[in-house]
């Protein structure tokens, strides 16, 4: 048995489980968590789900005290919700804590103490709440999405959003999300429909959901859903109601809003360049009225890119973990 808060999981933990489930015939892992915590407890039971399909991880969410100082009864009370899953007791416990020797004679079971000082995985949970940018090696991918910055490029037509997307990618070293917009009507090679904009937003959330994983701290977007819901209203008068709630729900560490100062470029897709200074407007007045952090982003493409980085450089400054 391997008990843990996993909050959030990283290489430390995989280190200890790689190491029980080579010495034992069957190896359950029990995920506690409480009310409250900074890292929602549903998230780390499926994201240790995920890392181990082929063990049995099971959630134990009693309310129960996290020190034995906190309530007589302490070890009692811990082991009562461990027999639970775990009825006729484990043969061992396996652990990196001191708290091991107790816990595994309270269950009647042999504690296996592995890596205490943090030789082999030098990391810990509390190390990357505090600083989960500083520790990015040490977390696995399905868990970075919770903690990646992502930063939306929006705006009108023809003013940069691709370009400054692909810089940002190449300064950051990471990934970046593509207008799916773009990719599925050049596919499609037919006029947009309104029966198209359910499609388009959800190959865009596919392809931010997926790319989230492999980004290194930060993740670019080439347009976002707003864009979405601006572009149906304009063109057909409406949008579907749930790309419009897709649209409220997702929010952004970051929006880059490209002004309308560099020369139109010409393309089939294109509305035309007498519709940009209205079309920047209600990006803009969106923004605002959301109450999201958005930079406006002008000048030649240096100048662009160094006003971007630039603000996506404040989104790290004293930054501490913890719940988004």
Same mark, same amino acid.
Request: glycine share 4%.
């Given at each position: 048995m391997i008990l843990g808060k996993f909050m959030p999981p990283h290489?430390?933990?995989?280190?200890?489980?790689?190491?029980?489930?080579?010495?034992?015939?069957?190896?359950?892992?029990?995920?506690?968590?409480i009310s409250g915590e900074p890292v929602p407890g &549903?998230? %780390?039971?499926? /994201?240790?789900? @995920?890392?181990?399909?082929?063990?049995?991880v099971v959630h134990l969410t009693d309310e129960n005290p996290q020190e034995p100082h906190e309530h007589p009864r302490f070890w009692e009370m811990w082991t009562a919700s461990i027999r639970r899953f775990i009825p006729e007791g484990p043969d061992y416990v396996f652990t990196s804590e001191s708290y091991g020797d107790e816990l595994a004679r309270r269950l009647g079971a042999r504690h296996v103490l592995v890596d205490q000082s943090r030789s082999r995985a030098p990391i810990s949970a509390t190390m990357i709440r505090a600083d989960p940018y500083e520790c990015w090696q040490?977390?696995?991918?399905?868990?970075?999405?919770?903690?990646?910055?992502?930063?939306?490029?929006?705006?009108?037509?023809?003013?940069g959003k691709t370009t400054?997307?692909?810089?940002?990618?190449? &300064?950051? %070293?990471?990934? /970046?999300?593509? @207008?799916?917009?773009?990719?599925?009507?050049d596919e499609k090679n037919a006029p947009c429909e309104l029966g198209d904009?359910?499609?388009?937003?959800?190959?865009?959330m596919e392809n931010e959901d997926r790319l989230a994983r492999e980004a290194d701290r930060v993740l670019?977007?080439?347009?976002?859903?707003?864009?979405?819901?601006?572009?149906?209203?304009?063109?057909?008068?409406e949008c579907p109601d749930w790309v419009r709630r897709e649209?409220?729900?997702r929010r952004y560490d970051l929006y880059l809003l490209t002004a309308n100062d560099v020369p139109w470029v010409e393309d089939p897709q294109r509305v035309g360049p007498e519709s940009r200074d209205s079309f920047y407007g209600r990006v803009r007045r969106e923004l605002e009225s959301g109450d999201r952090r958005f930079e406006v982003i002008s000048g030649t493409?240096?100048?662009?890119?160094e006003r971007a980085v630039r603000a996506i450089d404040s989104l790290f400054i004293n930054q501490t973990g913890g719940e988004r």
């Open positions: 290489s430390g933990h995989q280190h200890l489980i790689d190491f029980a489930r080579a010495r034992v015939d069957r190896l359950t892992i029990i995920v506690a968590s &549903h998230l %780390r039971f499926e /994201w240790m789900r @995920e890392l181990y399909p082929d063990l049995e040490y977390i696995p991918a399905c868990v970075r999405p919770y903690y990646v910055k992502r930063v939306a490029i929006v705006g009108a037509e023809s003013t400054l997307a692909e810089q940002l990618a190449r &300064h950051y %070293r990471t990934v /970046w999300v593509p @207008e799916y917009g773009r990719v599925y009507l904009i359910s499609r388009i937003a959800r190959g865009h670019i977007l080439d347009t976002e859903l707003i864009i979405t819901t601006l572009w149906s209203d304009h063109f057909f008068g649209a409220a729900r493409r240096e100048q662009r890119l």
